[in-house]
């Protein structure tokens, strides 16, 4: 049975930093894209990151590049997102998801700045995880 279980979420101020992860059980990292998601309330959902597990190359949003870096321990079977600089605006529930590396389009593109555009597909199909929630505010 496939699980992805984030933690790591909270509240913090404006400036502040938190760090998430994504502990993921029953496959194996190795082969796997995982992304990082998030959605505010009456908000879509937004595409923040995404690792692709075997070679670690990985791709951001622009409304977070320069803030927050994905990892990703294959031995811990754990992806990590750390947030640095947090804005108000980054209040959000943020989600982890997992797809398989090889199926079309691919979850996590090499180039470009990460969008979820096209990849409504291979979401639906995806391992997703409950959620955790971040609040940024004084």
């Known amino acids: 049975q496939v699980q992805l279980v984030e933690s790591g979420g909270g509240l913090v101020q404006p400036g502040g930093s938190l760090r998430l992860s994504c502990v993921v059980s029953?496959?194996?990292?190795?082969?796997?894209?995982i992304v990082w998601l998030r959605q505010a309330p009456g908000k879509e959902r937004e595409g923040v990151s995404c690792i692709n597990a075997n070679d670690g190359s990985t791709l951001y949003a622009d409304s977070v590049k320069g803030r927050f870096t994905v990892s990703r321990d294959n031995a811990k079977n754990t992806v990590y997102l750390q947030m640095d600089s947090l804005k108000p605006e980054d209040t959000s529930v943020y989600y982890c998801?997992?797809?398989?590396?090889?199926?079309?389009?691919?979850?996590?593109?090499?180039?470009?700045?990460?969008?979820?555009?096209?990849?409504?597909?291979?979401?639906?199909?995806?391992?997703w995880g409950q959620g955790t929630q971040v609040t940024v505010s004084s």
């Open positions: 998801a997992a797809g398989p590396l090889g199926r079309k389009p691919p979850l996590c593109p090499l180039s470009g700045s990460y969008s979820t555009e096209g990849l409504r597909g291979r979401l639906a199909e995806a391992y």
């Open positions: 029953g496959l194996t990292l190795d082969f796997y894209a």
